[in-house]
């Protein structure tokens, strides 16, 4: 794996991503399940990893979405080791995600097997035969679009994920808007739409969180998907909390 000059970089998006409000991070989760956060990575850092795109020496593997049927656009798997931005930003994440993630699990009454550090957590899955590197990177073009969808690849998975917005929209692309449909208990579905700010990470719901009902708390299945980008170019950095089978 070659190298890049985002090795300079590794603390301060470790700062960035923990100068977040997490509490109010944690109560825009609860409250419709996705939340931004500011900017995590600089103008500089997003083109940058954009630009990786076309080095195929950085991936594991290429999907056509079209020929799956997943909707319309490209996205290709980064291959260990991981470029240092990539395993910082899933570093720092996890730690603050992790609270949020065993409150859910209490909510609903569930076991909660996420343990104290991201390197553990991924022991487990590798035990479990989830060992296939899961941060991606995404190209739409116009007229690209993602079927709604949920990123499990196992048994064992991560309650949140994120996504980081490589692009300026309105500027490099339009449309493209990220959408998330949750599927209420007993009620009809409700759909969230959020634009990505360059840089900006959106925590996202991964399958599913606890609701308030009449019954107590109970588990609301979510998928999400990308809008069709109506002109320009628009990449994101996806940054999944386990290891895919």
């Known amino acids: 794996m070659r190298a890049t ?56 593997s290429t999907v056509d979405m079209e020929r799956f049927r997943f909707g319309a656009g490209q996205y290709r798997y980064f291959a260990r080791p991981y470029p240092p931005a990539i395993q910082e930003l899933r570093e720092a994440f996890y730690p603050r995600l992790l609270p949020v993630a065993r409150e859910w699990a209490a909510r609903l009454g569930r076991p909660a097997p996420w343990p104290e550090t991201l390197d553990e957590w991924l022991a487990m899955c590798h035990r479990a035969g989830q060992r296939k590197s899961t941060p991606i990177l995404l190209r739409y073009q116009a007229g690209d679009w993602n079927a709604l969808h949920r990123d499990l690849y196992g048994e064992l998975y991560f309650p949140m994920q994120v996504v980081i917005g490589l692009d300026r929209s309105g500027d490099d692309y339009s449309g493209g808007e990220f959408l998330l449909v949750e599927q209420r208990p007993r009620a009809q579905s409700r759909g969230t739409v959020t634009v990505l700010p360059q840089g900006c990470g959106l925590v996202f719901t991964t399958s599913e969180r606890p609701v308030r009902s009449t019954r107590g708390w109970s588990a609301s299945p979510v998928r999400h998907g990308v809008s069709t980008v109506r002109s320009g170019l628009r990449r994101t950095l996806g940054i999944v909390l386990h290891d895919a089978a």
């Open 5 to 60: 000059s985002m090795t300079t970089t590794r603390q301060s998006v470790a700062d960035r991503v923990s100068a977040a409000d997490w509490p109010a991070i944690a109560q825009e989760l609860d409250a419709v399940g996705c939340a931004l956060t500011p900017p995590v990575l600089t103008a500089a850092a997003c083109a940058e990893i954009a630009g990786w795109y076309d080095d195929g020496e950085r991936f594991r």
